[in-house]
C-alpha cells in the first residue's frame, strides 16, 4: 500500500480507503461478519482511512467500526487509522432548496447534539474528521456551520472539517475552499464523471485541502459485472439509482470502456482506481467494499504501476455529461 499527503495537513493516509456505507444497509443483504471481516482485512492490508457517516444504516456502519478499532487495540495492534464521518443536515429537503436556511438546517444545538452521536457510535471523544454530508450554494454567502465546527475543532472535539459535495452542483463547495472554511473535500470522481478535472481539484491542491474520492465505481457500473439484464433487491438502492433504462445506458458506457481497458493489463476495478489516482491533487479513493475479497482486491491496486499517459488520455474521452440520477425520475 502506498501512501499520499493529506492535503497541507499534518497526515498521511492509504491510498485506498474504505467506503463503509453498503455495511451500513441500503446495499441488499448484508452479513455483519462479512462487513467485520472486510474491515479487518483492509487494514491488515494497511488501508489506515475509512468513510462512515450517520447516514449509513443510523449509525449502525459507524458502531461496526468503533468495534473493530477496539477489538485491534485490544489486540495489541499498533497502528493509526483516520475515521471520516458525517452530519447530515437535520430533516427536510435532500439535496437542500435554495430557500432552505442554514439555521434551520444545520443550527448550534443540532450540530452539537450530533457530534456528541457520532462520537458515542464511534466510541471516540473525539472525531478524527467530521464532513457536512451536504450543502448547497445556497448557504456560500454565510458558512455558518463552518464558523461553529471550527469552534468545536478548537475546543478538540473535531481534528479535521469537511464537505462532501451535493451530487447535483459539486463545483457549489470551490468557494468554500477558497475560503479556507474546510480541511477537506468528498468528491465524486470516475471514469463517467470527470467535472471536478476543470477547477475543483485544481483549487482543492491550490488551498492544500485533502481530496477524498467516492463513488469510483460508479455505483459498481465500472467493475464492469452489469449487463443489461441486472436487477437489484428493492432494499438494494440500486434499484432506483439504476431504474429503467439507466442499467441499459451506463452498461454501453463501460462496454466502450471496457475496449480501451482491454489490453492494459488491468481489470475494469483496477482501471477504475488507477484512474482517480492519477490525478495530483486527489489524497485517496474511497471505494466501497462489503467482502475480504473486495477489500483485498481493491487495497492490492495500490502497488500497481500507475496508469500510462496513453490509457489515461483514452479514457478522458469518457467523460460523460449525462446529469444526475435522482430515484425516482
Ligand atoms: N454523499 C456522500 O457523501 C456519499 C455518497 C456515496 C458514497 N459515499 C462514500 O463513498 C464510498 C464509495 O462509494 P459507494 O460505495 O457508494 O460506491 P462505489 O465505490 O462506486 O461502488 C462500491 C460497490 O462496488 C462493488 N465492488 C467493490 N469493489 C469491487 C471489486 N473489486 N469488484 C467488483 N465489485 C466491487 C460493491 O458492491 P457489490 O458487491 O454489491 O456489487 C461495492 O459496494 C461509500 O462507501 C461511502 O463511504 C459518500
Not at 475543532?153 to 475552499?177: F, H, R, W
Not at 491542491?205 to 463513488?215: D, L, S, T
Not at 465500472?222 to 428493492?234: I, S, V
Not at 441499459?248 to 482506481?273: F, H
Request: overall charge negative; aromatic content about 8%.
Amino acid at each position: 500500500m502506498k501512501y499520499r499527503k493529506f492535503g497541507k495537513h499534518d497526515l498521511t493516509t492509504s491510498e485506498i480507503g474504505y467506503g463503509a456505507w453498503a455495511i451500513g444497509g441500503s446495499w441488499g443483504d448484508q452479513d455483519d461478519g462479512d462487513s467485520l471481516a472486510a474491515l479487518n482485512r483492509a487494514l491488515d492490508l494497511g488501508c489506515t482511512f475509512i468513510d462512515t457517516a450517520e447516514g449509513y444504516g443510523g449509525g449502525k456502519s459507524e458502531k461496526l467500526i468503533g468495534q473493530v478499532l477496539r477489538e485491534r487495540r485490544a489486540a495489541g495492534k499498533e497502528e493509526s487509522i483516520f475515521v471520516a464521518t458525517k452530519t447530515p443536515p437535520s430533516d427536510g429537503e435532500w439535496p437542500p432548496s435554495p430557500y432552505c436556511k442554514t439555521k434551520e438546517r444545520y443550527s448550534e444545538s443540532y450540530l452539537r447534539k450530533n457530534v456528541a452521536a457520532r462520537m458515542t457510535c464511534l466510541g471516540t471523544d473525539k472525531l478524527d474528521l467530521l464532513q457536512l454530508h451536504t450543502w448547497t450554494r445556497a448557504w456560500n454567502r454565510n458558512p455558518t456551520p463552518f464558523k461553529i465546527l471550527r469552534e468545536m475543532q478548537a475546543e478538540g472535539k473535531i481534528g479535521l472539517i469537511g464537505v462532501s459535495t451535493p451530487e447535483q452542483d459539486q463545483n457549489s463547495v470551490i468557494q468554500l475552499m477558497r475560503d479556507g472554511w474546510i480541511d477537506s473535500v468528498q468528491v465524486i470522481y470516475n471514469i463517467l464523471e470527470q467535472e471536478p478535472a476543470a477547477e475543483l481539484l485544481d483549487v482543492a491542491a491550490e488551498c492544500g485541502v485533502g481530496v477524498i474520492v467516492r463513488v469510483a465505481f460508479d455505483e459498481g457500473a465500472l467493475t464492469g459485472k452489469f449487463t443489461d439484464e441486472t436487477k437489484f433487491p428493492d432494499d438494494d438502492f440500486r434499484s432506483d439509482y439504476f431504474a429503467g433504462d439507466r442499467i441499459g445506458r451506463v452498461v454501453k458506457k463501460v462496454d466502450a470502456i471496457k475496449a480501451d481497458v482491454a489490453d492494459s493489463g488491468y481489470t475494469m476495478p483496477q482501471a477504475a482506481l488507477k484512474f482517480v489516482l492519477s490525478h495530483p491533487a486527489v489524497s485517496l479513493v474511497i471505494p466501497g467494499i462489503r467482502t475480504v475479497y473486495q477489500a483485498e482486491a481493491n487495497c492490492g491496486v495500490s502497488d500497481l504501476p500507475a496508469m500510462p499517459k496513453d490509457l489515461l488520455t483514452k479514457l478522458q474521452a469518457h467523460n460523460w455529461r449525462r446529469g444526475i440520477w435522482y430515484s425516482g425520475k
